[in-house]
T-cell receptor, first 108, second 117 residues
Framework: DAKTTQPPSMDCAEGRAANLPCNHS???????VYWYRQIHSQGPQYIIH???NNETNEMASLIITEDRKSSTLILPHATLRDTAVYYCTPYAGNMLTFGGGTRLMVKP | GAVVSQHPSRVICKSGTSVKIECRSL??????MFWYRQFPKQSLMLMATSNEGSKATYEQGVEKDKFLINHASLTLSTLTVTSAHPEDSSFYIC?????????????FGSGTQLSVL
């Protein structure tokens, strides 16, 4: 059973906000929601994580629903360099597994 | 800068030979490291968990005699693909968790592209 569900692909105009949704309805109480992205032929890069409160850092914002069954990663001003596959995943310090992710294409 | 170093970044070998991939945590100790494999246009698949000082734990369907893992120190884990065949050609990625509690993050190496001829 998939732990997460994400749309396979999304487009975003350069300079606009990119909102990437993730469904993680089976997340456990002690699992954080982590977001990573992978640019072609590179290792995944950490973006942000949260437990139940919304989080913001220099890369993105993370909005987690009150029931924790879904979250949204927000890239406030997408650039061409943000084109990548974005993965959300529950993680509690044991192992991290990846679903299919969302391939975000930022277009000029 | 990178906190997990993986080497080599690319390797081409002949069928039947063995290839060793190294994964190092640069500024922290990692009692556990993870090894993933990724085929083109697919997601990362967890292969095994490397444990310092003990045997690795392999995911279902991953041959432990084929993919030898050694975690000899707190900063180094190695994956050896033994008797490599063309179907072993893939992108191999290691990762290691840094820190603990709510600030724990899993950092990834830059990956190794293995091509078996």
């Amino acid at each position: 059973d998939a732990k997460t569900t994400q749309p396979p692909s999304m487009d975003c105009a350069e300079g606009r906000a990119a909102n990437l949704p993730c469904n993680h309805s089976t997340i456990s109480g002690n699992e954080y929601v982590y977001w990573y992205r992978q640019i072609h032929s590179q290792g995944p890069q950490y973006i942000i994580h949260g437990l139940k409160n919304n989080e913001t850092n220099e890369m993105a914002s993370l909005i987690i629903t009150e029931d924790r069954k879904s979250s949204t990663l927000i890239l406030p001003h997408a650039t061409l360099r943000d084109t990548a596959v974005y993965y959300c995943t529950p993680y509690a310090g044991n192992m991290l597994t990846f679903g299919g992710g969302t391939r975000l294409m930022v277009k000029p | 800068g990178a906190v997990v170093s993986q080497h080599p970044s690319r390797v081409i070998c002949k069928s039947g030979t063995s290839v060793k991939i190294e994964c190092r945590s640069l500024d922290f100790q990692a009692t556990t490291m993870f090894w993933y494999r990724q085929f083109p246009k697919q997601s990362l698949m967890l292969m095994a968990t490397s444990n310092e000082g003990s045997k690795a734990t392999y995911e279902q369907g991953v041959e432990k005699d084929k993919f030898l893992i050694n975690h000899a120190s707190l900063t180094l884990s190695t994956l050896t693909v033994t008797s490599a065949h063309p179907e072993d050609s893939s992108f191999y990625i290691c990762s290691a968790p840094k820190s603990g509690g709510r600030d724990e993050k899993l950092f990834f190496g830059s990956g190794t592209q293995l091509s078996v001829l």
